[in-house]
Each structure stands twice: as C-alpha cells, then as structure tokens.
T-cell receptor
Framework: AQKITQTQPGMFVQEKEAVTLDCTYD???????LFWYKQPSSGEMIFLIY??????QNATEGRYSLNFQKARKSANLVISASQLGDSAMYFC????????????FGKGTHLIIQP | EPEVTQTPSHQVTQMGQEVILRCVPI?????FYWYRQILGQKVEFLVS????????KSEIFDDQFSVERPDGSNFTLKIRSTKLEDSAMYFC???????????FGPGTRLTVL
C-alpha cells in the first residue's frame, strides 16, 4: 500500500509570497506519476499539475511548479506569487505504473493566504 | 468545456435505506471512479471501473456497495443499506486514457440520519 505524507496540516502565507507545500510518498512502483489537486471551501477537486516519474524536468503549469526529487520520493508543490484565491486544501496523490489506478491521497495541507 | 456532473448535489436518507448516486462522466472517457470524503478528512478511493467491469476496489467498497454503467453515459454508485458512517461527500471522476488526470465531479453530499 502507498503511504503519502503531507507534513504541513496548515499554513498561513502573506499574499504575493511564494509557498511550498510538502509531499513525500512511499511506493515500490518503478513507474509512477504524481498529481496535485486543490479543494477550495466549495468542495470541488481541481487538478493543478502532474509529474511523471520519467520526466526529465520539473513540471510547470502557470504559477504552479513541482520540485520533484525522485530519489527522495518527494514532490513539493511551489505556488509563486500567492493570491487570496489560492486559499484551499491541497492534496497530493501518487499513482502507480498501471496508469489507471485509483488515487491514494495524502491528508492535505490547508493553505490560508492572508492579505 | 466538458465536465463531470453528479446528481443530486445533496441527498438525505434514513439509516438502512438504499441510495443511488448518479454521475455522468465526460463523453469518450474510458475510466471511471468513485471516491468519498468524510467531513474534515482526506479523499478516499472506493472503486474503479473500466470496460464495463470493476478493475479495482478498496477495503471500503464492501458488499453494501455496487456500481453500474447501465446505458453508456451514466455511472452509478448504489449503497444497499446505508449506515450513519456512510455520511460523506461522494465524488465521481473520469479519465480519458491511462496516465492522464482524473476529472472530478462536484460531488454528492450524502447525509444518513
């Protein structure tokens, strides 16, 4: 079974600052990817970014980027120039080489952006 | 932009009753999922469905649960005899092909009294 650790249950960050959300995982799969999802207070799950384990470069999607360290099994989400609308729960979810498995989510980080 | 839809948005039921939660995945997607999220907790995987059969299920998905894709568009989750602890948000998700993002629906909040 996969174990996903998000060590920051809650974070307060000033608007416009960059923020790093931690995620480490324990999987024996040699081929896997990792997703980050955002869940605002309205409850929906919003896909943010994906990193494939064989990707040479860290994934980037607008203000979101991943600091992927395969050997350490960590994939931290970096949000640059945070905005008030970034306040939400953030979940990471690695998935295995099958590519179609159900996702196992971490417990999440509750990010609050302060003006 | 295509999206996953779920009905109803909120369902209240009495303990012991059967409920059916409905989802319409994105057209042409091949993989379908149900997840649940108990209030204040993480999202948990229940079951995945591909090629008209269950491909994977978690320990949570016991004999009280079943899934169907009856007509090529709807994807349903049935809970046969609801318990208080089934109260949660239930998310449906679909994926177009392997190694792609899963697109989540807005969820159905199930309250069992």
């Amino acid at each position: 079974a996969q174990k996903i650790t998000q060590t920051q249950p809650g974070m307060f960050v000033q608007e416009k600052e960059a923020v790093t959300l931690d995620c480490t995982y324990d999987t024996s799969d040699q081929s896997y990817g990792l997703f980050w999802y955002k869940q605002p207070s309205s409850g929906e799950m919003i896909f943010l970014i994906y990193q494939g384990s064989y990707d040479e470069q860290n994934a980037t999607e607008g203000r979101y980027s991943l600091n992927f360290q395969k050997a350490r099994k960590s994939a931290n989400l970096v949000i640059s120039a945070s905005q008030l609308g970034d306040s939400a729960m953030y979940f990471c979810a690695p998935f295995g080489g099958g590519g179609a498995d159900g996702l196992t989510f971490g417990k999440g980080t509750h990010l609050i952006i302060q003006p | 932009e295509p999206e996953v839809t779920q009905t109803p948005s909120h369902q209240v039921t009495q303990m012991g009753q059967e409920v059916i939660l409905r989802c319409v995945p994105i057209s042409n997607h091949l993989y379908f999922y149900w997840y649940r999220q108990i209030l204040g907790q993480k999202v948990e995987f229940l079951v995945s469905f591909y090629n008209n059969e269950i491909s994977e299920k978690s320990e949570i998905f016991d004999d009280q649960f079943s899934v169907e894709r009856p007509d090529g568009s709807n994807f349903t989750l049935k809970i046969r005899s609801t318990k208080l602890e089934d109260s949660a948000m239930y998310f449906c998700a679909s994926m177009p092909r392997r190694d792609n993002e899963q697109f989540f629906g807005p969820g159905t909040r199930l309250t069992v009294l």
